[in-house]
């Protein structure tokens, strides 16, 4: 294990500090200086190496040796994971940025530093590592009970969310319970450390459950969001909330996310149906909107440029107008006439997204959004529905809806779901994730929830799919969830460092199927 945890330690001191915080250079090796001893000494010292690793959740260029263009932290990895789906168009190859990802294949580059496999593992690994050393002065750090939990509640949560990805990336759903999953790390690592096998899906989740519980305890006692990229008590509550959906823990995912919104005092924001018109509020851009519970602030001097999300969304951006991102126009036509969400897509330019666009195109600023409230609606909707509470459900969902159609009704009743997303079968379980892919399209990670409701997909030409990612070597993959098809290769990097780990025995499989 011993090249890639080098890069996990000098991650812990190499990472980026938010504008706010007083070195704000990047550190080549640890320092005496900059030990545990030192930054985990007290709360207020330690909120420093954990804005370093906020900031490392949006730079560009630190996980990966190449392709930096496409590597620029959460965003990037849920903009992988919306195109790996149905619902998120690539018009056309444009640079190639993301192209790979929507066509599935990324997982025979696992020898390569500058690919998919490696820039996921080391960056997931490298935010477990630092928050590890943030978790390990648990019972010696000072200061009040309210800063201390501030602080350690959030190394829980990046913890617990990082395993969360990883597990959705290198292994199959929660359902292949005993399926190989990623290895387990909850002490600080150093060089010297000896690598671990890989545990199991549910060893994995049972490492998440315990280290998310932890963090909504730990931050119930400093329930104030200090900055918006910090993981308040509320997006705890929140990212529980996406980790029970997935285990189908229906009454923790609906307790959690009724919670969420309760603690985050946000508020659906409503659309501006007016054309397509620049209208900043309907722009997903903002950590300052009152819908936004979790984000980061892009500040001119921190501002990606090309390495981006703006820049390979906006149409006035170079990427956006090559490789331009689109909505389906099957699921285009499932939205009613009258819906305020029609502004985000314009039909007479292939259904060209105008959901997300730089706030100032001119420095490149533009923030992410990781997580608003509006999500929270759904997944108590969809929660409540699959535990039977069907009053519950239809509230949470017309919540939402009333703010976005205001003819919309809901009278379906069930939780089925047909084999293929475009399977539909009336229930309203299905019309809640019909909402979800609609309000959340670009932002959720549309391959997670296909998998998580264990249906496939296809890509009709019709729909608006290139021939480029029409995949017919995949169809079959594409359809049945059970299929290795979205599962990354663990990189060829841990193989080699890990004494613990045989490519033979542990590899993933590099086709769809084992064997292949």
Not at 196 to 217: G, P
Not at 487 to 496: G, N, R, S, W, Y
Request: aromatic share 12%; hydrophobic share 40%; glycine share 8%.
């Amino acid at each position: 294990m011993k090249k890639i945890f080098k890069y996990l330690f000098i991650g812990m001191f190499g990472v980026l500090c938010l504008s706010s915080c007083s070195n704000d250079s990047l550190v080549t090796e640890p320092t005496d200086s900059m030990s545990g001893s030192t930054f985990m000494s007290d709360a207020t010292k330690a909120l420093v190496p954990l804005n370093g690793i906020y900031r490392s959740m949006y730079t560009a260029g630190w996980s990966t040796t190449g392709n930096t263009h496409q590597c620029f932290g959460i965003s990037a990895y849920n903009l992988m994971a919306e195109v790996m789906g149905d619902d998120c168009i690539m018009g056309a190859q444009g640079s190639g940025w993301f192209w790979f990802d929507a066509a599935y294949n990324v997982k025979t580059r696992y020898t390569s530093g500058a690919w998919r496999s490696y820039d996921l593992w080391m960056a997931y690994y490298t935010w477990i590592a630092n928050a590890n050393y943030i978790l390990a002065a648990e019972e010696t750090m000072a200061g009040s009970s309210e800063d201390v939990g501030y602080v350690m509640g959030q190394a829980y949560a990046i913890r617990a969310y990082s395993y969360f990805m990883l597990s959705q990336i290198f292994a199959r759903n929660y359902t292949y319970s005993n399926d190989p999953c990623v290895p387990i790390y909850n002490e600080p690592t150093m060089t010297t450390t000896t690598g671990q096998s890989r545990s199991t899906v549910a060893e994995v989740y049972a490492q998440i459950d315990n280290d998310i519980n932890k963090a909504v305890e730990y931050l119930a006692k400093s329930p104030a969001q200090r900055h918006p990229s910090h993981i308040s008590y509320a997006v705890a509550l929140g990212l529980k909330s996406r980790i029970a959906l997935v285990e189908e823990k229906w009454q923790e995912a609906y307790d959690a996310a009724v919670a969420a919104i309760a603690a985050s005092g946000k508020s659906i924001q409503t659309i501006d149906a007016a054309a397509f018109a620049p209208n900043k509020a309907n722009f997903i851009n903002s950590v300052g909107q009152g819908n936004v519970m979790w984000g980061a602030q892009i500040v001119s001097d921190q501002a990606g440029m090309y390495a981006s999300l703006m820049t390979h969304m906006s149409g006035t951006a170079p990427y956006g107008q090559r490789a331009p991102k689109q909505m389906s126009s099957w699921l285009y036509e499932k939205m009613g006439v009258n819906d305020s969400r029609r502004a985000w897509w314009n039909p007479d330019e292939a259904y060209l997204q105008k959901k997300f666009e730089f706030s100032n195109v001119q420095t490149w600023e533009g923030d992410y959004i990781w997580m608003r409230v509006e999500e929270m609606y759904l997944n108590a909707a969809e929660a409540a529905c699959m535990k039977g509470d069907e009053a519950n459900a239809k509230k949470y969902l017309t919540d939402l809806m009333s703010k976005r159609d205001p003819n919309y009704s809901c009278n379906k009743s069930g939780t089925a779901l047909g084999a293929l997303t475009t399977d539909l079968t009336g229930s309203l379980r299905e019309e809640i994730l019909l909402q979800r892919r609609i309000e959340l399209w670009g932002e959720d990670g549309r391959i997670y929830t296909i998998r998580r409701c264990h249906q496939g997909f296809v890509r009709p030409s019709d729909y608006g799919w290139p021939s480029g990612l029409l995949l017919p070597t995949h169809i079959q993959a594409m359809q049945d969830p059970a299929s290795y098809l979205w599962v990354l290769t663990i990189p060829q990097a841990e193989f080699d460092g890990n004494e613990n780990l045989n490519f033979d025995r542990d590899q993933n499989p590099i086709g769809d199927y084992p064997g292949q």
